[in-house]
């Protein structure tokens, strides 16, 4: 596609339930990353994509996160039994993937998360 | 340890130049980018820099001291539209992912 798409845009839940966010990349990107955005908090990283592989889910903050990426394209972001502190701005991004230092990312407009 | 630093918020007038500094420490370091997000919106990219130095692209410039672990981004005849929040994240090794600091604040008014 012409940029990255992350679907839904907005998502309000109840505590304790799950959710699945999607990202579409750029096509031929190759790298795909997630990050989380709180109010006052920069971009806190989550997992990273090369394909379909993650060699980087560091930042996961618990193993209520998990992420999967299928065909080198679209990702799903899934929380399980969501909490309060989960809501936060969820933010994909891609790149080429070439592994070069100044590979740009670019970013998707975000999904909004409201845990009720 | 890895940590990003910069001011939280800034404001200007119209017209006028903004500094925004940018302070890092990574486990190794191969470049320093700076995005603009506007309030809402995705970042977006505004600049790299890998060696030290002063990069210009047109009202916006960004320097880099490796030895100094510091970075600014420098805006030049502000608009209202550059109202926004500005990004600062470090690379570490390369094809890993960006680390980001909490962003800062530019409020411009006329």
């Known amino acids: 596609g012409a940029g990255v798409s992350q679907s839904p845009s907005n998502k309000v839940t109840e505590k304790g339930k799950d959710v699945e966010l999607r990202c579409d990349p750029i096509?031929?990107?190759?790298?795909l990353y997630w990050y989380r955005q709180s109010l006052g908090q920069g971009l806190e990283f989550l997992i990273y994509?090369?394909?379909?592989?993650?060699?980087?889910k560091s930042g996961l903050p618990s193993d209520r996160f998990s992420a999967e990426r299928t065909g080198g394209s679209v990702s799903t972001l899934t929380i399980q039994r969501t909490q309060q502190e989960d809501s936060a701005v969820y933010l994909c991004?891609?790149?080429?993937?070439?592994?070069?230092?100044?590979?740009?990312?670019?970013f998707g407009s975000g999904t909004q998360l409201s845990v009720l | 340890g890895q940590n990003i630093d910069q001011p939280t918020e800034m404001t200007a007038t119209e017209g006028a130049i903004v500094q925004i500094n940018c302070t890092y420490q990574?486990?190794?370091?191969?470049?320093l980018f700076w995005y603009q997000q506007h309030a809402g919106e995705a970042p977006t990219f505004l600049s790299y820099?890998?060696?030290?130095g002063l990069e210009e692209k047109g009202r916006f410039s960004s320097f880099l001291s490796r030895s100094k672990g510091y970075s600014y981004l420098l805006l030049k005849e502000l608009q209202m539209k550059d109202s926004a929040s500005y990004l600062c994240?470090?690379?570490?090794?390369?094809?890993?992912?960006?680390?980001f600091g909490k962003g800062t604040t530019l409020s411009v008014s006329s």
């Open positions: 991004a891609s790149s080429l993937g070439g592994g070069t230092a100044n590979e740009k990312l670019f």
């Open positions: 096509s031929g990107h190759t790298a």
């Open positions: 994509f090369q394909g379909n592989s993650a060699p980087d």
């Open positions: 990574t486990s190794g370091f191969n470049g």
């Open positions: 820099n890998v060696l030290d």
């Open positions: 994240a470090a690379r570490p090794p390369a094809g890993t992912a960006l680390i």
